[in-house]
């Protein structure tokens, strides 16, 4: 493995966790407002 090899494989894998996480995270801040009763638009289901 060279150095071209493990730089490319590391910046895909950051990416790859970046998305991951990203998409989690909007999920999160979705389902917290929800239960907050913040998010007004989608009605609050308590």
């Known amino acids: 493995m060279n150095i071209a090899t493990i730089s490319i494989i590391t910046i895909i894998s950051t990416l790859f966790f970046y998305m991951i996480f990203l998409v989690l995270g909007v999920g999160g801040i979705?389902?917290?407002r929800r239960a907050q009763g913040l998010d007004q638009s989608?009605?609050?289901d308590n």
Request: net charge positive; aromatic share 0%; proline share 0%.
């Open 30 to 32: 979705a389902k917290n």
């Open 42 to 44: 989608k009605g609050s």
